[in-house]
T-cell receptor, first 116, second 113 residues
Framework: AQSVTQLDSHVSVSEGTPVLLRCNYSSSYSPSLFWYVQHPNKGLQLLLKYTSAATLVKGINGFEAEFKKSETSFHLTKPSAHMSDAAEYFCVVSDRRGTSYGKLTFGQGTILTVHP | GAGVSQTPSNKVTEKGKYVELRCDPISGHTALYWYRQSLGQGPEFLIYFQGTGAADDSGLPNDRFFAVRPEGSVSTLKIQRTERGDSAVYLC???????????FGPGTRLTVL
């Protein structure tokens, strides 16, 4: 079984300040982990993914995430927020074995607001 | 290249009617997935095809929902006797056979009045 908990439903930051979106996961097997972004009226776009290589994963638009097995966390960070980062972000887990293979399990989403 | 496309982009129907939602995956992607995203929620898995066959349909909520992929490319999600609770955005995604990186379409927004 796999599940994801996004610890904040809303995060608000000022432009130019750091972003932290928190995610904890549960997985029966070695998971793949993803962050997707969804801008209003747009489709889901993959930001980055972890698949058991380096634990610090770099994605598009300056985002990165660190896989911490001991804490079952995969938090998303960015050093300096931009207005265009305002969107909803989803943490996603996928078991790479077993009956859940191929199935993505999404968190509830975190809405990021960026103030000028 | 072309991404995943879904038609229609919006569908309004009345309670009790039948609807079909179409998904065109990325060319060469053998795996195809359907998800449903209700307002304020993350997408939830419905069904997964590998080629023509449904490899996992455990997410279909009940027997009013059915999906096909007869030639291993285009897929159709069919909903019978629609209910107001079926209102949601239905998302389709595709991937290469041995990859779990899924590419999503823009979705079909279904509204049941």
């Amino acid at each position: 079984a796999q599940s994801v908990t996004q610890l904040d439903s809303h995060v608000s930051v000022s432009e130019g300040t750091p972003v932290l979106l928190r995610c904890n996961y549960s997985s029966s097997y070695s998971p793949s982990l993803f962050w997707y972004v969804q801008h209003p009226n747009k489709g889901l776009q993959l930001l980055l993914k972890y698949t058991s290589a380096a634990t610090l994963v770099k994605g598009i638009n300056g985002f990165e995430a660190e896989f911490k097995k001991s804490e079952t966390s995969f938090h998303l960070t960015k050093p300096s927020a931009h207005m265009s980062d305002a969107a909803e972000y989803f943490c996603v887990v996928s078991d790479r074995r077993g009956t859940s293979y191929g199935k993505l399990t999404f968190g509830q989403g975190t809405i990021l607001t960026v103030h000028p | 290249g072309a991404g995943v496309s879904q038609t229609p982009s919006n569908k309004v129907t009345e309670k009790g009617k039948y609807v079909e939602l179409r998904c065109d995956p990325i060319s060469g992607h053998t795996a195809l997935y359907w998800y449903r995203q209700s307002l304020g929620q993350g997408p939830e898995f419905l069904i997964y095809f590998q080629g023509t066959g449904a490899a996992d349909d455990s997410g279909l909520p009940n027997d009013r929902f059915f999906a096909v992929r007869p030639e291993g490319s285009v897929s159709t999600l069919k909903i019978q006797r629609t209910e107001r609770g079926d209102s949601a955005v239905y998302l389709c995604a595709s991937s290469l056979r041995d990859s779990n990186e899924q590419f999503f379409g823009p979705g079909t927004r279904l509204t049941v009045l």
